[in-house]
């Protein structure tokens, strides 16, 4: 059972416009997200958090939001540069657990 | 060292063979995870190790699955008895601690690049 969903596999998007990449969760307990950022042949690498007593949480040309009532959060990436082009996760945690439950990924590619 | 290491970073095995897969942690770390990626799939949890804890069995998938952790510092998974649908992507991960300490600036998990297991 997939509590994070990533439902768009791959995105393209023009360098300098907005990648905009979503993540829907099932769980109402889940408070602490993470986006993570993986390369080809390379582990995810952590990109940016949120926790749920906020709703927008900001670093550089990153922002993730979170809509809690709709169990949605969305990774804002703004102006999109061809080094973004990667695999991205969204990933959340309860609180009561050891784990973070991670979605399926989205891969987006930069187009110069 | 610097990163999070694995090896190896990939492995052929044959059905039915036994593999060992091996994890150096952050120096220093003392929370250590392993996730398996099988494909077109999210990051799936197996077992996590606190310290001097009991560790958090909870996600390995079957009793062909083990890991060890000597103290807080290298871990190995084996996997026994190998099957195809074994064949994924493990990565290992470690923290500072628990993720969830109140009041800490959590930047989540630290992963190494992964060992590509393939199993035919």
């Known amino acids: 059972d997939q509590q994070v969903k990533q439902n768009s596999p791959s995105l393209s998007v023009q360098e300098g416009r907005i990648s905009i990449l979503n993540c829907d969760y099932t769980?109402?307990?889940?408070?602490?997200f993470l986006w993570y950022k993986k390369y080809p042949a390379e582990g995810p690498t952590f990109l940016i958090s949120?926790?749920?007593?906020?709703d927008k949480n900001e670093d550089g040309r990153f922002t993730v939001f979170l809509n809690k009532s709709a169990k949605h959060l969305s990774l804002h990436i703004v102006p999109s540069q061809p080094g973004d082009s990667a695999v991205y996760f969204c990933?959340?945690?309860?609180?009561?657990?050891?784990?973070?439950?991670f979605g399926t990924g989205t891969s987006l590619t930069v187009i110069p | 060292g610097a990163g999070v290491s694995q090896s190896p970073s990939n492995k052929v095995t044959e059905k039915g063979k036994d593999v060992e897969l091996r994890c150096d942690p952050i120096?220093?770390?003392?929370?250590l995870y392993w996730y398996r990626q099988r494909l077109g799939q999210g990051l799936e949890f197996l077992i996590y190790?606190?310290?001097?804890?009991?560790?958090?069995k909870s996600g390995l998938p079957s009793d062909r699955f083990s890991a060890e952790r000597t103290g807080e510092s290298v871990s190995t998974l084996t996997i026994q008895r190998t099957q195809q649908e074994d064949s994924a992507v493990y990565l290992c991960?470690?923290?500072?601690?628990?993720?969830?300490?109140?009041?800490?600036?959590?930047?989540?998990?630290?992963f190494g690049s992964g060992t590509r297991l393939t199993v035919v």
């Open positions: 990933a959340a945690s309860d609180g009561t657990g050891n784990q973070f439950y």
């Open positions: 949120i926790s749920s007593i906020k």
């Open positions: 991960a470690s923290s500072l601690r628990n993720f969830r300490v109140a009041g800490t600036t959590n930047y989540g998990y630290t």
């Open positions: 190790f606190q310290g001097n804890s009991a560790p958090d």
């Open positions: 769980n109402s307990m889940f408070d602490y």
């Open positions: 120096s220093g770390h003392t929370a």
